[in-house]
């Protein structure tokens, strides 16, 4: 493995790794907090949980020189879809959840279109310069 392949990829592998790990949890162990739920707390992890996973994604693949941003989307979302899919058949204690879906998809698209807004931005103020 290269030096660049683990600067960008590993990121991504650790974080992705870590998801695994939260999601894979037996629900007993996770604590409750129902002034939380009321907030629609958890939503919002899905939701930045996945954003991260997306935004480390597309930098690892952009930076490469790749611009393939929405095939590593599709992919993030997928893993989303593919760990509710296993909390409600495999692991112990845990449902899963079609909103925690759509939350996890939000989070991804999010990243999207943040880092096309940056990009933009950088686009704009370095053909300006010259």
């Known amino acids: 493995m290269t030096n660049r392949f683990i600067k960008y990829h590993l990121p991504v592998i650790f974080w992705a790794s870590i998801i695994f790990l939260l999601c894979s949890t037996p629900g007993n162990k996770i604590p409750h907090v ?3 739920e009321l907030l629609s707390f958890d939503k919002f992890v899905h939701a930045s949980v996945f954003f991260i996973l997306n935004h480390l994604s597309i930098r690892a693949i952009y930076w490469q020189g790749k611009n393939s941003i929405y095939t590593v989307t599709a992919i993030c979302i997928f893993y989303g879809g593919i760990l509710e899919i296993m909390q409600s058949v495999l692991f112990e204690q845990r ?5 925690d879906f759509i939350a996890n998809s939000f989070g991804c698209i999010m990243a999207v279109m943040t880092f096309q807004s940056i990009k933009s931005k950088i686009q704009k103020r370095f053909n300006k310069s010259y």
């Open 34 to 36: 129902s002034w939380l």
């Open 95 to 99: 449902s899963g959840d079609v909103f």
